[in-house]
Nanobody
């Protein structure tokens, strides 16, 4: 089992920045890819960004490319999501997820491990 705990959400104004963190514990050595997803009210959970744990390679959804940066700290078993130029469409609950799969899976069903989520609200 892998446990994930997110932190760093909050209420910010449009144009601001925010950094989310996700700490992994348990059998985290089996994890190949970690990712961030988000779910806005009334919408399905969708992919935001992913990072390969060993190589550090990353990929992003088009909607956040150039504004968000995903990174990892292997020593602390933690990944981060730096979010810049936030707008109201970024308002959502943000979830950290982990999987043993490679090749940047982007579907919710491909990730067996999930955090509890952290709320990000952007006011315009």
């Amino acid at each position: 089992q892998v446990s994930l705990v997110e932190s760093g959400g909050g209420l910010v104004q449009a144009g601001s920045s925010l950094r989310l963190s996700c700490a992994a514990s348990g059998r985290s050595s089996s994890v190949y890819t970690m990712a961030w997803f988000r779910q806005a009210p009334g919408k399905e959970r969708g992919f935001v960004a992913a990072v390969e744990w060993s190589s550090g390679r990353t990929t992003y959804a088009d909607s956040v490319k150039g504004r968000f940066t995903i990174s990892r700290d292997n020593a602390k078993n933690t990944i981060f999501l730096q979010m810049n130029s936030l707008n109201s469409e970024d308002t959502a609950v943000y979830f950290c997820a982990a999987t043993v799969l490679a090749n940047f899976p982007v579907r919710v069903t491909q990730y067996p491990y999930w955090g509890q989520g952290t709320q990000v609200t952007v006011s315009s």
